[in-house]
């Protein structure tokens, strides 16, 4: 019976270790391949706003993070630098500086999603025609499906 329960708890150990590790790896085995920084500091020159992602922030931690410059323009975010890979990020635009969870739920419904990040160095994402970035200052990472705040970077 002991024999029994202990080789239960150590193969639901490792059942629950390999899937923590898969939620981790399987965004970085399927993310696409990422613009060079030539590229994103082409666009970048073009770019009306820019603010900077930082590891420090009050929600970033160990898993959660971004550092490196964001720069947006007329059709366009773009990011150069890293974010810590995982699923589900989502690029939003807030009309308030986030670095919590908690500001982010009170916020979201007067913020415009931008779309999906889908790289962790570096990334160009067209910005909707229908979202005007003057009318926001902050750029936030999200992770959709674990409701886990990234980063965020003030722009104006």
Sequence with gaps: MKKTLLLSASHLLVAAAGFALGVYA???????????????????????YQGRFHRDLKDSD??????????????????QGRLAPGPDYKLYLSPEFVETEADFARLK??????GDVKTFHNFLLPLPASVD????????????TFGQFITAAKYR
């Design 109 to 114: 419904p007067a913020m415009a999603r931008v």
């Design 26 to 48: 399987f965004p970085i085995l399927i993310a696409p391949e990422a613009p060079g920084d030539a590229e994103v500091a082409g666009q970048a020159q073009a770019a009306r």
């Design 62 to 79: 160990a898993l959660h993070w971004g550092e490196g410059t964001v720069s947006i323009g007329t059709g366009f975010v773009a990011f």
């Design 133 to 144: 970035p003057s009318r926001y200052t902050t750029v936030i990472v999200w992770c959709e």
